[in-house]
């Protein structure tokens, strides 16, 4: 996260019961997080186990995520990026420049 823009939108697919960690880098950071909201729509796929001691842990699960959920997360972080002002701005600069090279 370190080297996003400040337009960045970082999405953690699931948080595994950590919901402090990735929230944390990036708000120090400055940049939009989502993660996943409705655990009806997330199914583990078998148990995942720790390599160390074999215990059970969400972390070392395989997961299945809604389809049109996870799209619907997707559409309202491009949504986010094209509306963040410094997002425009770099865009216009891009766009003027690519129009002076044309002519």
Known sequence: MLFQPDWAAVFEIYNCDDANCYKDLARLRGVKYWTWSK???????????LPMDKTQHKKFTNYA???????????????????????????????????????
């Open 39 to 49: 655990m009806d729509k997330l199914h583990p796929e078998g148990e995942g186990k």
């Open 65 to 103: 995520f809604d389809k049109d959920e996870f799209k619907r997360i997707i559409l309202q972080m491009v949504e986010y990026v094209r509306r963040h002002p410094e997002f425009v701005k770099q865009q216009r600069i891009l766009r003027r420049r690519a129009a002076g090279a044309e002519l």
